[in-house]
């Protein structure tokens, strides 16, 4: 157990609708990281939020967009879904409550969406 | 731009052999270098790091790297493969110029290990 809590653990839409995925990190890091991880493209960085702030930007689609709320919970969000987005999205955590940053990221079991 | 490339997609092996997986950075700066395992239907779990000094890191499960700076590599090893090393295997690097940014993962690479 990484420490790292995501919900949902699976989830099926449709094509065109919305989805909200939830992130908790370890207790005192800071630093929340949304991968996406299909077939054909590996595992992409999508987004990095440190301490209810945006960090770092990867290759995330303008219908997706992500938050990083005071209690330092994540949440994902996939609009206008299409088929393609289908994947597991994992979200990880790093960086404790004293600045340390190893840089070790630790990552939750993931939600993987299928979009019908 | 930076990149992470590793150099086989699929391994497929028998029980006791051993195993050897590349991985190259392009990066000419201060590297911190991560293998992490992914075993089926599992998120990734770290098997090693290297952040500095001796450039032979052993991990969890009898998994060791080897940093070579001037190949810019970070090869995985294990001298006897068991069955339930089957997983697959990413290489990651993070960059210092990012101080509190994101690890760059290769493509993985899908180990199996026949009985």
């Known amino acids: 157990d990484s420490g790292v809590t995501q919900t949902p653990k699976h989830l099926i839409t449709a094509t065109g609708q919305r989805v909200t995925l939830r992130c908790s990190p370890r207790?005192?890091?800071?630093?929340v990281y949304w991968y996406q991880q299909s077939l054909d493209q590996g595992l992409q960085f999508l987004i990095q939020?440190?301490?209810?702030?945006?960090?770092a930007k990867g290759n995330i689609l303008e219908r997706f967009s992500a938050q990083q709320f005071p209690d330092l919970h994540s949440e994902l969000n996939l609009s206008s879904l299409e088929l393609g987005d289908s994947a597991l999205y994992f979200c990880?955590?790093?960086?404790?409550?004293?600045?340390?940053?190893?840089?070790?990221?630790?990552f939750g079991e993931g939600s993987r969406l299928t979009v019908l | 731009a930076q990149s992470v490339s590793q150099h086989n997609h699929h391994v497929i092996l028998s029980e006791a052999a051993s195993l050897e997986l590349g991985c190259n950075y392009s990066?000419?700066?201060?590297?911190?270098l991560f293998w992490y395992v992914q075993y089926p239907g599992q998120h990734l779990q770290l098997l090693l790091k290297?952040?500095?000094?001796?450039?032979l890191v052993k991990g969890i499960k009898g998994f060791e790297a080897e940093f070579i700076k001037s190949k810019f590599s970070f090869n995985l090893r294990k001298p006897s493969v068991q069955w339930s090393d089957t997983a697959e295997y990413f290489c990651?690097?993070?960059?210092?110029?990012?101080?509190?940014?994101?690890?760059?993962f290769g493509a993985g690479t899908q180990v199996v290990v026949t009985p």
């Open positions: 990880a955590s790093s960086v404790d409550l004293t600045g340390t940053n190893t840089g070790e990221l630790f």
């Open positions: 207790s005192g890091d800071l630093s």
């Open positions: 939020y440190y301490n209810g702030e945006e960090r």
């Open positions: 990066y000419g700066g201060t590297v911190n």
């Open positions: 290297y952040f500095s000094g001796d450039p």
């Open positions: 990651a690097v993070k960059t210092w110029a990012d101080s509190w940014g994101k690890l760059q």
